[in-house]
């Protein structure tokens, strides 16, 4: 499926944010906003897509509508759920890797296997990770009535959740203007050869 810009949330970019200058200067890139159900994966990377002005592309809207119904009956996914959905996004990196194009995607991404599978269609991959804790989770979940995410699923999220060593970590409770200028700063600290990497943004600021 094609990338799609969904709107989600009423955060504005920063006014600090200049998309044509920060596409001139800096090389393709595909960022990857990481993290538990109901971390805020799809605000955040929404509103960092407006403010770049690049697409965004939200990775639930790419599982199969099998994993969505189970995860509304409360029922986890398993590896054999996950494995079409990850190789249905990593085509859909690959694609916009090999004509040089950035994007923003949102995907929980939770193991290090599963981030690897995504790395090897893109290499070009700055991750955001979201962190948050399994109260505040609880707290988001029971206040939205629109995700298809049920409560019973945190405590198996969490235990699935292999933390990334590498990229950006980020407190998810900031407010969401705060999470994409963190974003935005490092992306300015990019050069050519650590976007060559696989895994780029060594810092880890705790937000």
């Known amino acids: 499926m094609p990338p799609t810009a969904r709107p989600h949330g009423h955060a504005r970019p920063p006014h600090s944010a200049s998309p044509c200058r920060l596409r001139r200067e800096m090389p393709p890139v595909i960022i990857v906003v990481m993290g538990v159900a109901g971390a805020g994966k799809t605000t955040v990377g929404s509103a960092l897509a407006r403010a770049l002005g ?12 099998a994993n969505l119904e189970k995860m509304r009956r409360g029922e986890p996914l398993d590896d054999d759920d996950r494995t079409p959905w990850l190789e249905a996004l990593g085509r859909l990196m690959a694609g916009m890797d090999g004509k040089g194009e950035n994007a923003v995607f949102a995907c929980s991404a939770l193991r290090e296997g599963y981030r690897a599978k ?3 269609s ?49 407190d998810a409770a900031q407010p969401v203007e705060a999470i994409v200028a963190q974003v935005l700063t490092e992306l300015r600290s990019l050069d050519t050869q650590s976007v060559g990497h696989k895994n780029v943004g060594a810092r880890r600021p705790t937000g």
């Open 118 to 120: 995504l790395t090897e």
């Open 54 to 65: 690049w697409p965004f592309v939200d990775g639930d809207d790419v599982h199969p509508p």
């Open 122 to 170: 893109s290499p070009r991959t700055l991750w955001v990770y979201l962190r948050a804790e399994p109260a505040a989770i609880r707290a988001r979940l029971a206040a939205r009535r629109d995700h298809f995410a049920a409560e019973s699923l945190i405590d198996s999220q969490f235990a699935t959740l292999e933390e990334p060593r590498y990229g950006l970590a980020l």
